[in-house]
């Protein structure tokens, strides 16, 4: 059989106590992937920079399956009592920048007269998913397709070098 993929939508912040319900939530005697994906970034607190991760997109979780079904529909609660969404979607294209698992590394690269060029890190290649750097913060705003819409996210990126 085909390997279907849905998105579950739910509220953002504590989405392993969603996945935990999730499980519960969904029948999962065909289920095959549960994801959340998650980025890193650079942040600098007391006077040295540090590695974090954080959720690339806030209450959205993937599921895929040969049939995935959620107990009374598409719409219902989790054990924690939440409500959660499930819609059919295309495989995520988060899964291409990710090297293995669900994590999206960082990115580094420069910018040559005015042009951004990535050097190493997910985004190499892919310069034209790049909609808005901040070099503060290390980050980019990159636009994805997410259930037949696009979607701006957040990554790492860090700008090593500025050439005029």
């Given at each position: 059989?085909?390997?279907?993929?849905?998105?579950?939508?739910?509220?953002?912040?504590?989405?392993?106590?969603?996945?935990?319900?999730?499980?519960?939530?969904?029948?999962?005697?065909?289920?095959?992937?549960?994801?959340?994906?998650?980025y890193q970034r650079m942040m600098r607190?007391?006077?040295?920079?540090?590695?974090?991760?954080?959720?690339?997109?806030?209450?959205?979780?993937?599921?895929?399956?040969?049939?995935?079904?959620?107990?009374?529909?598409?719409?219902?609660?989790?054990?924690?009592?939440?409500?959660?969404?499930?819609?059919?979607?295309?495989?995520?294209?988060?899964?291409?920048?990710?090297?293995?698992?669900?994590?999206?590394?960082?990115?580094?690269?420069?910018?040559?007269?005015?042009?951004?060029?990535?050097?190493?890190?997910?985004?190499?290649?892919?310069?034209?998913?790049?909609?808005?750097?901040?070099?503060?913060?290390?980050?980019?705003?990159?636009?994805?397709?997410?259930?037949?819409?696009?979607?701006?996210?957040?990554?790492?990126l860090e700008i090593y070098e500025k050439?005029?």
């Open positions: 059989m085909r390997k279907i993929w849905y998105l579950l939508k739910c509220k953002a912040g504590n989405e392993t106590d969603y996945l935990d319900g999730h499980l519960e939530l969904v029948e999962s005697r065909e289920t095959e992937e549960i994801l959340c994906f998650q607190y007391g006077g040295t920079w540090h590695l974090e991760k954080r959720m690339a997109l806030p209450g959205c979780i993937f599921v895929s399956g040969t049939n995935v079904l959620m107990k009374g529909g598409r719409q219902g609660r989790s054990k924690q009592n939440r409500e959660v969404s499930l819609t059919p979607c295309e495989i995520p294209y988060l899964k291409e920048l990710c090297d293995n698992g669900t994590l999206i590394g960082i990115s580094r690269g420069v910018i040559r007269n005015g042009a951004t060029v990535v050097t190493s890190g997910p985004l190499k290649d892919r310069e034209y998913l790049i909609r808005k750097i901040d070099r503060h913060k290390r980050t980019a705003e990159i636009e994805i397709p997410l259930a037949g819409s696009r979607k701006q996210i957040t990554v790492g050439e005029i």
